[in-house]
């Protein structure tokens, strides 16, 4: 590991003054950019610890709640509103990682983990435009089973990791963020990018940026919402695939549905297609599967990862099912 400093922020502006110094790094629970550390993927002059600012979780005047940035994934996961209001999100939480991965992990660091491809830790000869821009992507025609099957580019075809961003994508969160230009506030459709040809650019964060919030709009009355993961082992994997969805029925018609999926895209993939086939028509499993037809249609599978648009348009198609029968709330 590269030497470093480290500093604790006493708040949003202090951490802002740090963070912007170049060569600085924010600091959550540090799960996962200490490993990066560890494996010289990433090495900051700096550490500036945020995960003391902000730790609340407030309701928000418009019915929704605003989650800190700081919050660790085990608090929101086990809060009240969230297990009752947006049960997919604590759902998401709980299938990713392990209980006391959770316990560190703040949310602001969930949002900005990295890929797990194997060759974007591999520091000892593997090419990986992410890490290193210009070098090449091994991934593409070497072992890509966990890779993208949507929205990839020739420069790199890696997934996004997260659960908990599925589940947040679904929910049309919103991410505020404070830097040197001023504080703003991102849809979170646009907060992950896809890889283009930058693909060592994850978000839409600007350098020094500080994310300080995530907010939720309230759930639509007489919603249900879910999440479910496919993995290799029921514990301790990330996902080959997963699906988040809110429906809201008119009777056996469709009134309302927000689809997300992970683990077949460099973002958490909204799937406004799937969405655009089903609204206002009939809640069967035929209907759910032609929906997921529709948002695969532009699926590109590598060597490996073949499966992933049958896979995850099963899934889809019994989570929907799920949601219609009211087996989930
Ligand atoms: C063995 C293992 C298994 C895992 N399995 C899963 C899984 O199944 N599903 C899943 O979703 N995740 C999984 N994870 C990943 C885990 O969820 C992440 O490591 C965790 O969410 C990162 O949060 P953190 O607070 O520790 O972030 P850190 O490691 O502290 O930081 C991560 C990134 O966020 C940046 N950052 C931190 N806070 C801020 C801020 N406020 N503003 C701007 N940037 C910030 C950091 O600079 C860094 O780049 C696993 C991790 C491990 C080690
Ligand atoms: S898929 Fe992306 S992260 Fe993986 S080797 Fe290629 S460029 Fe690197």
Redesign the pocket.
């Known amino acids: 590991m590269t030497p470093f400093d480290y500093a604790r922020a006493s708040d949003v502006a202090d951490a802002l003054r740090q963070g912007t110094i170049a060569g600085s ?11 990066l550390m560890r494996e010289t993927v ?1 090495r900051p002059e700096q550490l500036v610890d ?2 003391t600012l902000p730790v609340a979780i407030e309701e928000s005047e418009d019915g929704g709640l605003l989650i800190g ?2 919050v660790r ?1 085990t608090v929101l996961a086990e809060h009240r509103a969230v297990r009752t209001r947006y049960p997919l999100l604590s759902r998401a939480i709980l ?4 209980a006391q ?2 316990n ?3 949310v ?7 890929t797990r491809c194997t060759y974007f830790y591999d520091t000892d000869g593997s090419r990986c435009n992410k890490r290193q821009p210009g070098s090449g992507c091994d991934a593409r025609d070497g072992f890509n089973r966990i890779h993208a099957v949507l929205g990839a580019s020739d420069a790199c075809v890696a997934t996004h ?5 599925v589940a947040l994508a679904a929910l049309d969160a919103t991410v505020h963020v404070d830097g040197a230009a001023g504080a703003r506030t991102i849809p979170f459709a646009d907060f992950h990018r896809l890889p283009g040809d930058r693909p060592q650019r994850d978000t839409s ?1 600007d350098p020094g ?4 919030a995530v907010a939720l709009p309230p759930m639509p009355v007489g919603a249900r919402s879910t999440y479910r993961k496919v993995r290799d082992r029921t514990s ?4 080959l695939v997963s699906v988040a969805a809110v429906m809201e029925l008119d009777g056996d018609r469709i009134r309302h549905v927000r689809i997300a999926f992970g683990g077949v895209a460099h973002k958490p993939w909204r799937a406004v297609k799937a969405e655009a086939a089903l609204i206002g028509g009939p809640a069967t499993h035929q209907a759910f599967l032609d929906a997921a037809a529709a948002e695969f249609a532009d699926a590109r599978p590598l060597r490996d990862n073949a499966f992933k648009p049958a896979l995850a348009s099963r899934t889809l198609a019994a989570v929907l099912e799920e949601l219609a029968k009211g087996d989930a709330t």
């Not at 790094?25 to 490993?35: E, F, H, P, R, S």
């Not at 299938?95 to 392990?98: I, R």
């Not at 990791?161 to 961003?165: A, E, I, K, L, N």
């Not at 940026?209 to 300080?212: A, Q």
Request: one cysteine or more; aromatic letters at 6%.
């Open positions: 790094a924010y600091l959550g629970g540090g799960t996962n950019l200490v490993d990433a945020v995960s940035g700081a994934n299938a990713g990682a392990s991965i959770r560190m992990a703040t602001a660091g969930n949002l900005l983990q990295r990791p997260s659960d908990m961003c964060l940026e500080l994310v300080t301790y994997a990330f996902a």
